[in-house]
């Protein structure tokens, strides 16, 4: 019996013995893989806040481009349409908004090339897709316009037409692409971007109340002008005897109408 029960004490022995050096290896691995784990989520924290700055410094260079100098520049070059041609205005007005579309091409080079270096571009997303047709578009406007032919040459009106509509196509999708980065940078980040979506959409309503008025304000003033001469008018023909109102005022007033209907067709 004594000799029977010596083996099962060897077994239990040897049951017990590799129960406990199983447990022992599983937590020097769970351990392990605790610590690793937790080095692994330092080191994409790690890049998660550099890579948050990059996207940061890309969202304002891409904003300055397109989003602010390219409508300014616009806006300058219809101001100087009114300036008479080879005027001190009308050549400081033409290199403002070449300078700011200089400046505007620079910026934007400058976030696409550090789209390329820092970022994953699987061009899978609206953003990166129209970020490239974007940048593509600006560098042919920018060529477009070193081609400028000179003014009275029969080109001239199919260079202004094509760089017209390929200036309002970039400025258009250059809006649009603004609102999708702050998209893609709430996603990636996971920080609210409201105020700044705010704050671009009240610079952009701004831009289009400014660039609608430039062709009324003119015509604004020639309203302002008719409507204060006619009451001025009203006022003097009041001290005028009515003797003498009844022996002039009919070739006078036949001459002001003249003359508003010529302010009016100007």
Wanted: hydrophobic share 40%; with cysteine; glycine share 8%.
């Amino acid at each position: 019996m004594h000799i029977l029960c010596k083996p099962i004490y060897i077994v239990v022995a040897s049951f017990y013995a590799s129960v406990l050096l199983f447990s022992h290896c599983m937590a020097y691995e769970e351990e392990h893989h605790s610590s690793s784990h937790k080095s692994t989520n330092n080191k994409i924290y790690k890049v998660n806040q550099q890579k948050t700055s990059d996207i940061a410094v890309h969202g304002l260079l891409l904003w300055a481009s397109t989003g602010f100098l390219m409508p300014l520049g616009i806006l300058i070059i219809r101001g100087s349409i009114k300036a008479e041609p080879g005027s001190r205005r009308s050549i400081v007005l033409f290199y403002l908004h070449v300078g700011f579309q200089m400046l505007s091409v620079l910026l934007a080079t400058v976030g696409a090339a550090m789209s390329l270096k820092k970022f994953e571009n699987s061009f899978d997303n609206s953003h990166q897709k129209l970020g490239l047709a974007l940048y593509g578009a600006i560098l042919v406007q920018g060529l477009i316009g070193f081609f400028r032919p000179h003014r009275g040459k029969k080109e001239r009106s199919y260079w202004y037409l094509l760089h017209w509509i390929l200036g309002t196509i970039v400025s258009l999708v250059g809006i649009i692409n603004i609102y999708t980065g702050l998209k893609a940078y709430h996603k990636r980040t996971l920080k609210s971007t409201t105020l700044w979506t705010i704050l671009f959409t009240v610079e952009v309503s701004f831009i289009g109340l400014v660039y609608l008025l430039q062709d009324k304000l003119e015509y604004m003033k020639k309203q302002g002008v008719i409507i204060g001469s006619e009451s001025s008018i009203v006022s003097s023909n009041q001290d005028i005897p009515q003797s003498q109102t009844q022996k002039e005022l009919l070739p006078v007033a036949c001459g002001r109408k003249r003359n508003a209907l010529e302010n009016l067709f100007d």
